[in-house]
């Protein structure tokens, strides 16, 4: 069974950061663009960071750009989302995925797997 389980979530306060992390398990993602996604209250999901099979490509979302980071370990089929300076308006849950391409993918039907979420909340 495929499954993708995010896990670093949780409360920080405005400025601070947080490290998510994406372990993917039932096949290996080596060969898989990876992606983070987020959902906030009464928003649609909105695309946040993707990267290539080899990490050697990345793109984000204008809003992120330069604050967060997303990287991958193929030899552990785990990709991870650094986040800075992280902003109230940030919270939301936070969403890995999986697309069977091997370039960035920056929407979201283009993605196979997904994984249950993980809350983060940035008080002010």
């Known amino acids: 069974q495929v499954q993708l389980v995010e896990s670093g979530g949780g409360l920080v306060q405005a400025g601070g950061s947080l490290r998510l992390s994406c372990a993917a398990s039932?096949?290996?993602?080596?060969?898989?663009?990876m992606g983070w996604f987020r959902q906030a209250p009464g928003k649609e999901r909105e695309f946040v960071a993707t990267i290539s099979w080899s990490g050697g490509s990345t793109a984000y979302a204008d809003s992120v750009k330069g604050r967060f980071t997303i990287s991958r370990d193929n030899a552990k089929n785990t990709v991870y989302l650094q986040m800075n300076s992280l902003k109230p308006e940030e919270t939301a849950v936070y969403y890995c995925a999986a697309s069977n391409s091997i370039v960035v993918v920056t929407t979201g039907p283009k993605y196979d797997y997904w994984g249950q979420g993980t809350q983060v909340t940035v008080s002010s």
């Open positions: 039932g096949r290996s993602f080596s060969r898989n663009a």
